[in-house]
């Protein structure tokens, strides 16, 4: 049903695409530029490794998005999911000392079953995905407070746990650029999305939905089974972030989790994908969620007061999708 | 076009804050990272080390997470403010665990930091800018037995038994009423997660249990406030002694339904971590503990300068 006013605009997907990406680029690298020469302190190792670090949870999140937001739908839930995910897996290793691979699939198949659900109740009850997903939403931050009994579980008992997104596979090679664990589980993450959505099944009817559903409908397609299928996968990776939140604070925060959907979104929508559907590339939103942590990152080593912080990234958020627009309008 | 535009912003930007780094160049730098910002409670705190920085002649920055769970977007905040490479850091704990790693790298760094608020757990920081919750439940217990006579029953709700504020605030003043006030017994102590329903529920049953209560002590806002509507919905006529401040909690003494309140001084919390940044930069020793103060404050001197300007809605 919301998918039917998808956009008429979508000839010429791969140029505008690559366009895009190198505009959302160009303007990471003249954040990182103007902020190096504004402080010596923004381009030092220990800097970069920090906005790397702040950016591996939002970007995965963002990636999950991402694929709900190409087939034209749109998952507010996945900030609470991941937090979801990351109780369950508190529950698992430490209320019930499973081991620690047991606790990794408990996340993921969590975050997949939900992703299941979510995108049952959109395909088979024909309920709007901004509301089903906002329900999911409550729905899942009161069951983490329920799950967890409104406290923080800690993995003192799970030595390596913290090691998931903390440790340093790259630093222990060359142990001059100890890149944390969680960044490249993030590039994983993407390269894993941006295979799918380009060479599988599942990628080609991500964008057939977010283009024109009732095409793909009449075409003899089962609309309903590739549409679960796209928030069941979302679900996962949620769980990956909800592995790599807990890992980074060593503990899963029942309440957290609520309003990260937006940035997650942000970055999306900053990378050039389109709310309405039908276009958007995971490298993008790589590149989206970036510019909110440098952005972020750079305002704070300026010392910005936080009241100012805010009302740029609104601003660059505006700029960004309002650009968007003026390219589509001058093809 | 529009790479221009864009540009063209973020250099304005960067002109701005730069201009911003270059006077304060000689000055120390000191980065605060709270719990929250945008509640009245920090926003207290935040004028306060604001104040400071004039009277001290240094530079301080203010950040906190949107809300007191967002314990990852606290550790990116305190991951920056190591990046900028301050002189000292004020740091009020989300969750100390996490912080762990982060306040190593800042003592490697030879950073010095300063816990405030509820403190951090952990030895790293040099001292804790913080209220003494015991003493500050002491004078609600001597008002307390002041209001009622120095004799008869008495009870508390308290929002936990696990917090540290629960604890010590419970503690502070069933103490002091045992050490002072031997004709007082302490007949209830009972716990409503700071919860204003559950803690107006507790309250009732509380006073239907005892009708010859004389008074109770809410140890927390949420507390106080349920137990003035319990007593409000039974008619009692007890004294309800609460803590901290708040629209509704400063409206019920104002009308009379609570006595009055401890409050503690979030303006002196900002003043003193700063204060006490400086001193440790100057490598002077300073205490475990520095006492920011608290007041006991009802509808008489609510108005006061003093009182006023630590008190928030």
């Known amino acids: 049903m919301t998918d039917i006013t998808a956009p008429a605009t979508k000839s010429g997907v791969r140029i505008s695409g690559a366009f895009h990406r190198l505009l959302a680029f160009s303007g990471l690298i003249a954040l990182v530029v103007v902020f190096s020469i504004a402080s010596p ?210 503990s899963a925060q029942p309440a957290l989790g609520q309003g990260y959907e937006l940035d997650a979104i942000a970055a999306v929508v900053i990378g050039g994908t389109s709310l309405s559907g039908g276009r958007g590339t995971v490298v993008g939103t790589l590149i989206g969620a970036l510019i909110i942590s440098v952005l972020a990152n750079g305002l704070r080593i300026l010392s910005v007061a936080q009241e100012w912080q805010t009302v740029v990234t609104g601003s660059i958020i505006i700029l960004a999708v309002y650009a968007d627009i003026l390219r589509r309008r001058t093809l | 076009m529009l790479r221009r535009t864009l540009l063209g912003a973020i250099s304005a930007l960067a002109l701005l804050s730069a201009s911003g780094i270059a006077s304060a160049q000689e000055k120390y730098d000191i980065a605060l990272i709270s719990k929250g910002f945008q509640h009245q409670f920090w926003q207290a705190v935040k004028a306060g080390a604001d104040k400071a920085a004039v009277d001290l002649g240094v530079t301080v920055t203010f950040e906190g997470p949107e809300s007191e769970t967002q314990v990852d977007r606290q550790m990116d905040m305190l991951a920056a403010a190591l990046s900028r490479k301050p002189d000292a850091i004020g740091f009020a704990a989300l969750d100390s665990q996490a912080a762990t790693p982060l306040l190593q790298q800042a003592k490697d760094a030879g950073i010095p930091i300063i816990a405030f608020d509820s403190g951090v757990d952990s030895d790293i920081p040099l001292t804790t800018a913080t209220t003494d919750n015991v003493a500050a439940a002491a004078l609600a217990a001597d008002v307390m037995a002041e209001l009622i006579g120095g004799e008869g029953k008495v009870a508390v709700v308290a929002h936990d038994q696990t917090s540290r504020t629960g604890i010590d605030r419970v503690d502070g003043f069933v103490n002091r009423l045992k050490e002072a006030y031997p004709k007082i017994e302490v007949v209830s102590v009972q716990y409503g997660g700071g919860d204003q329903l ?116």
């Open chain 1, 41 to 250: 302190n923004f381009m030092q190792t220990q800097n970069v490794l920090a906005i790397l670090q702040a950016t591996s949870v939002n970007g995965v999140l963002a990636i999950a998005a991402t694929l709900v937001i190409i087939t034209g739908g749109i998952d507010l839930s996945v900030g609470t999911l991941m937090t979801f995910c990351a109780v369950i897996t508190g529950v698992v290793l430490t209320n019930l000392g499973m081991p620690l691979p047991i606790g990794i699939l408990a996340s993921i198949l969590a975050g997949t079953f939900c992703g299941l659900i979510s995108g049952s109740i959109i395909a088979k009850l024909k309920v709007p995905p901004f509301i089903a997903t906002l329900g999911m939403m409550l729905i899942l931050k009161g069951l983490s407070l329920v799950v967890s009994g409104t406290k923080p579980i800690y993995f003192n008992d799970t030595p390596g746990f913290n090691q998931i997104a903390l440790g340093s596979a790259v630093g222990s090679i060359f142990p001059s650029v100890p890149v944390p664990n969680g960044v490249l589980i993030l590039f994983l993450v993407a390269a894993i999305a941006a295979f799918v959505l380009s060479k599988t099944a599942l990628g080609r009817y991500t964008f057939a939905l977010g283009s024109n559903e009732e095409a793909v409908r009449l075409s003899g397609v089962n609309v309903d089974r590739w549409k679960i299928a796209v928030y069941a996968t979302a679900g996962g990776i949620c769980g990956v972030a909800g592995l790599l939140i807990a890992s980074r604070l060593n």
């Open chain 2, 198 to 313: 559950q803690s107006t529920e507790i309250t009732k049953s509380i006073l239907l249990a005892n009708p010859d209560l004389k008074g109770i002590f809410g140890a927390n806002e949420g507390s106080a406030i349920g137990v003035a509507n319990g007593k409000q919905e039974l008619g009692s006529k007890i004294v309800v002694i609460g803590f901290d401040s708040g629209a509704a909690q400063k409206g019920m003494i104002t009308s009379g339904i609570m006595n009055g309140a401890i409050t503690q001084n979030p303006v002196g919390i900002g003043y003193q971590t700063v204060q006490a940044a400086v001193s440790a930069l100057k490598g002077e020793t300073l205490p475990p503990i520095i006492d920011t103060g608290f007041f006991y404050y009802d509808a008489k001197n609510m108005a006061d300068p003093e009182i006023a300007a630590v008190l928030y809605d």
